[in-house]
């Protein structure tokens, strides 16, 4: 699986756009990109993936570059609960032999 | 509901006793997996399993052990021969195929060591 790249943290504003980066610049043609958040002391929660196009889903949505080397997840209003680790993860859907490589994420703060 | 548990969620273990975690799952999913995770760090996988009485050792396993007697269950023993047990352990399961590729988690157990 690919390895990604992500700032160690981030603030925001309550209310205001959250936008987390991620490079995956040696990134397979068949690798997703995959957005989890980890809450202190819970489990990851799954937030959204795709491929290529952009997605987006009642929780965030998701940016990948046309060359698919890095991509944003977008928290459009950010509130007090999204205070969370955010993990960037490339993997192939259909290998689940090795799954997930988590990384240190982004801790991102949203500050009122 | 459907999901995962892992109970308990905190377990205290003595210098040279073998402790086992608890991972059950409703959800129907034929892959399970444990994480360790270290405070500030990412997961590590331990262990994963894609069917019934089968398992594979993943980056971290010594020390550890699993059993997959049940599709639902996944329990980890954590042995006296781990000899930096304490961390926070999470379990996973994920459908093999045809799904998203979404791995779901259960709470967590925070593991200390006495």
């Known amino acids: 699986d690919a390895k990604t790249t992500q700032p160690p943290s981030m603030d925001c504003a309550e209310g205001r756009a959250a936008n987390l980066p991620c490079n995956h610049s040696?990134?397979?043609?068949?690798?997703?990109v995959y957005w989890y958040r980890q809450i202190h002391s819970q489990g990851p929660q799954y937030i959204i993936h795709?491929?290529?196009n952009n997605e987006t889903n009642e929780m965030a949505s998701l940016i990948i570059t046309e060359d698919r080397k890095s991509s944003t997840l977008i928290l459009p209003h950010a509130t007090l609960r999204d205070t969370a680790v955010y993990y960037c993860?490339?993997?192939?859907?259909?290998?689940?032999?090795?799954?997930?490589?988590f990384g240190a994420g982004t801790r991102l703060t949203v500050k009122p | 509901d459907g999901g995962i548990t892992q109970s308990p969620k905190y377990l205290f273990r003595k210098e040279g006793q073998n402790v086992t975690l608890s991972c059950e799952q409703n959800?129907?999913?034929?892959?399970m997996y444990w994480y360790r995770q270290d405070p500030g760090q990412g997961l590590r996988l331990i262990y994963y399993?894609?069917?019934?009485?089968?398992?594979q050792k993943g980056d971290i396993a010594e020390g550890y052990s699993v059993s997959r007697e049940k599709k639902e269950s996944f329990p980890l023993t954590v042995t006296s021969a781990q000899k930096n047990p304490t961390a926070f352990y999470l379990c996973?399961?994920?459908?093999?195929?045809?799904?998203?590729?979404?791995?779901?988690f259960g709470p967590g157990t925070r593991l200390l060591v006495l």
């Open positions: 996973a399961s994920s459908i093999l195929l045809g799904g998203t590729g979404e791995q779901y």
């Open positions: 040696t990134i397979s043609g068949n690798e997703y």
């Open positions: 795709g491929l290529k």
């Open positions: 993860i490339v993997r192939a859907k259909g290998n689940n032999n090795n799954d997930m490589r």
């Open positions: 959800l129907n999913h034929d892959a």
């Open positions: 399993s894609q069917i019934v009485n089968d398992f």
